[in-house]
């Protein structure tokens, strides 16, 4: 098979510079790369980008659970609520915060209202 791995996954941004920020102050990625109309960002071996935009970014339907349309990255987390108050901080939207049997999951917008989610597995 030609397909060996992921390579990575992106975000749509109207705001290059401030997502660049966020990613890194409130999410913890570092910088991997950039040029103008692309910034990558990784973590752990992932590379996630950010692609600017000119025109507005549609709004996908959402609810507490996630995205009801297309990807959605969810990330590890060993402290929700010390990373819940960092990203409100940080301007982040909470869309979410369920503690179920299965895990602990926060589901947040970025500042371009990009779905994310937090997870801590209790499996």
């Known amino acids: 098979m030609a397909i060996t791995g992921v390579r990575s996954f992106h975000y749509s941004t109207s705001k290059l510079d401030l997502a660049r920020e966020f990613y890194i102050k409130a999410l913890g990625f570092e910088l991997d790369y950039e040029q103008?109309?692309?910034?990558?960002?990784?973590?752990?071996?992932v590379q996630v980008a950010l692609h600017p935009e000119e025109k507005a970014i549609p709004e996908i339907p959402r609810d507490s659970h996630g995205p009801k349309a297309?990807?959605?990255?969810?990330?590890?987390?060993?402290?929700?609520?010390?990373?819940?108050?960092?990203?409100?901080?940080?301007?982040?939207?909470?869309?979410?915060?369920?503690?179920?049997?299965?895990?602990?999951?926060?589901?947040?917008?970025?500042?371009?209202?990009n779905v994310l989610i937090l997870m801590n597995a209790k499996y």
């Open 36 to 45: 103008p109309g692309w910034c990558a960002l990784k973590m752990n071996g």
């Open 70 to 113: 297309g990807g959605c990255l969810t990330l590890k987390s060993d402290n929700i609520p010390e990373d819940k108050e960092r990203l409100v901080s940080m301007g982040a939207i909470i869309l979410g915060d369920n503690d179920e049997p299965w895990g602990h999951m926060l589901v947040f917008e970025d500042l371009d209202k």
